[in-house]
């Protein structure tokens, strides 16, 4: 690749995958597999683009702009070679060497998979494999791993629900977290196989996250109990029970003041940093705490004698 030459005189390479087509999708498998050829292509000097759907990184080239940038070869990574996508790339680059790496050819007789000058396959149907791209992407962020609980619409508060709102303004200021974000529900199942069945299950994964995001009263106090801060907002306008359980563990809970308003992005900021530093030593602290005086109240009320007549 490194002996063609572009308008610069030098090879010039175009990375493309699934996740350059406005219809298609990012996968972390996908954009991992081009990671790793794009480390390659830096380790051997050649200059090289990866075109983005712009529904993924708007920030990105696009296919459309790529064919105007004078690129000598395409790379295609990872996915199957299948498919109106993948053909169109052989009539929009045809003046490029284009080649598929890291890919699963169903048919070697389809049109997408005929028009590469070279296949590097993983796997071909009916023969054996190579190891996946995937794993040869670069590492190094220390990333938090965050869990999200959201609370359910909850009729019961009448025009003071706000969670529409404060869960549409809240994943919004959540994407733009260097986080990975795992959804957490505290709804149990025994037959659903991707839901905890037990609240040991709910607790492992809980305990095995850096912070929990949530809305839902049971999202804060069961991050709390496993010594992890929790982020929490009172999606009811005013506060509600999660303000109210914010106030029993003493912590910080957002609250808005209506459906149309907040919670404010600084809010979050300020918080996230908070749980993200002193929160950390808070949580556990109330980890170690005593429960609720609850239980001790419901055993005196249960020895005391029944009213008469009641």
């Not at 306008?237 to 308003?261: F, R, Y």
């Amino acid at each position: 690749m490194g002996e063609r030459t572009g308008t610069g005189g030098q090879a010039r390479v175009l990375v493309v995958g699934w996740f350059s087509f406005v219809d298609g999708e990012a996968t972390a498998g996908d954009v991992g597999a081009a990671e790793a050829v794009c480390a390659e292509l830096d380790t051997a000097g050649i200059t090289h683009e990866t075109a983005w759907s712009p529904r993924f990184r708007p920030e990105g080239i696009g296919l459309d702009q790529a064919r105007e940038r004078g690129h000598t070869d395409l790379v295609f990574v990872c996915g199957p070679v299948s498919g109106p996508q993948v053909r169109n790339l052989h009539r929009n680059f045809p003046h490029c060497r284009r080649i598929a790496v890291g890919v699963s050819v169903v048919d070697p007789d389809d049109a997408a998979a005929r028009g590469f000058h070279t296949i590097l396959p993983r796997d071909v149907e009916g023969q054996g494999g190579q190891r996946d791209l995937a794993p040869g992407a670069p590492t190094g962020r220390d990333v938090p791993v965050v869990g999200v609980v959201q609370a359910p619409g909850q009729p019961e508060y009448g025009t003071r629900s706000a969670h529409a709102g404060v869960h549409r303004r809240l994943g919004r200021w959540l994407a733009g977290r260097d986080c990975a974000r795992v959804p957490l529900d505290t709804r149990l199942d025994t037959r659903d196989g991707l839901h905890c069945a037990d609240t040991a299950q709910f607790d492992a994964l809980a305990a095995r996250t850096d912070l929990v995001v949530t809305t839902r009263l049971h999202g804060l106090v069961l991050a709390l109990r496993n010594g992890v801060p929790a982020l929490a907002v009172d999606p009811v306008a005013g506060g509600a029970k999660v303000a109210a359980q914010g106030l029993a563990w003493d912590w910080p809970v957002l609250t808005v003041d209506g459906p149309e308003h907040g919670p404010d992005p600084e809010d979050l900021d300020r918080l996230w940093h908070w749980c993200r530093n002193e929160g950390r030593r808070a949580a556990r602290a109330r980890a170690a705490e005593p429960v609720s005086p609850l239980t001790g109240e419901l055993m005196a009320a249960l020895n005391t004698p029944a009213p008469q007549g009641r």
